[in-house]
Antibody, heavy 116, light 108 residues
Framework: EVQLVESGGGLVQPGGSLRLSCVVS????????MHWFRHVPGMGPMWVAR????????RYADFVKGRFTISRDNAKNMLYLEMNSLRAEDTAVYSC?????????WGQGTPVTVLS | DIQMTQSPSTLSASVGDRVTITCRAG??????LAWYQQKPGKGPKLLIY???TLEGGVPSRFSGSGFGTEFTLTISSLQPDDFATYYC??????????FGQGTKLEIK
């Protein structure tokens, strides 16, 4: 069974940092592009970042460029999102997803709250 | 970024009804559109891609159509399991992936 489980979310002050993790199982992790999304009530999923199976072809949404870093460890089946210079508007549930341009497996998400 | 607009935002319907959800893209995206279903506490489930191709295992009562800027998702005969929130997503090559704001399908 394909599973994606996020962790690392929490409450942080503006300007602070968090590192999110996503552990996967049930498929050959290194064969897949992976993505981070964020979810805010009343809106559709918002794409944050992507990374190819071999760790290349990294791309970010403009609103996180220069602040967030996506990475992966294929030996550990782990995907990461390093978030720095956090802002109130970054408050959301963050989830990882598998796929190229289409996303066929998602985690349940980890909540991030940026509040002074 | 390409803006995606869904209508309606909320739809009330009964089991057995035929329902249609519309998604409009802010610019021509050819057939590069997908539909997802999401239930509370779970990640989205891919239903349809390339505007009209059913993902494996998805019931045939779901169908998609459209090209360019206007697309529809139709459920031919609502089942109890279909009450959920539906999102469209564009995957045009030269734009970040964007989703519609969602359509919540409720039991009437």
């Amino acid at each position: 069974e394909v599973q994606l489980v996020e962790s690392g979310g929490g409450l942080v002050q503006p300007g602070g940092s968090l590192r999110l993790s996503c552990v996967v199982s049930g498929f050959t992790f290194s064969n897949y592009w992976m993505h981070w999304f964020r979810h805010v009530p009343g809106m559709g999923p918002m794409w944050v970042a992507r990374i190819k199976g071999d760790g290349t072809m990294i791309r970010y949404a403009d609103f996180v460029k220069g602040r967030f870093t996506i990475s992966r460890d294929n030996a550990k089946n782990m995907l990461y999102l390093e978030m720095n210079s956090l802002r109130a508007e970054d408050t959301a549930v963050y989830s990882c997803a598998r796929g190229g341009n289409l996303f066929d497996a998602w985690g349940q998400g980890t909540p991030v709250t940026v509040l002074s | 970024d390409i803006q995606m607009t869904q209508s309606p935002s909320t739809l009330s319907a009964s089991v057995g009804d035929r329902v249609t959800i519309t998604c409009r893209a802010g610019q021509d995206i050819s057939r590069w559109l997908a539909w997802y279903q999401q239930k509370p506490g779970k990640g989205p489930k891919l239903l349809i891609y390339d505007a009209s191709t059913l993902e494996g295992g998805v019931p045939s009562r779901f169908s998609g159509s459209g090209f360019g800027t206007e697309f529809t998702l139709t459920i031919s005969s609502l089942q109890p399991d279909d009450f959920a929130t539906y999102y469209c997503q564009q995957y045009n090559s030269y734009s970040p992936y964007t989703f519609g704001q969602g359509t919540k399908l409720e039991i009437k």
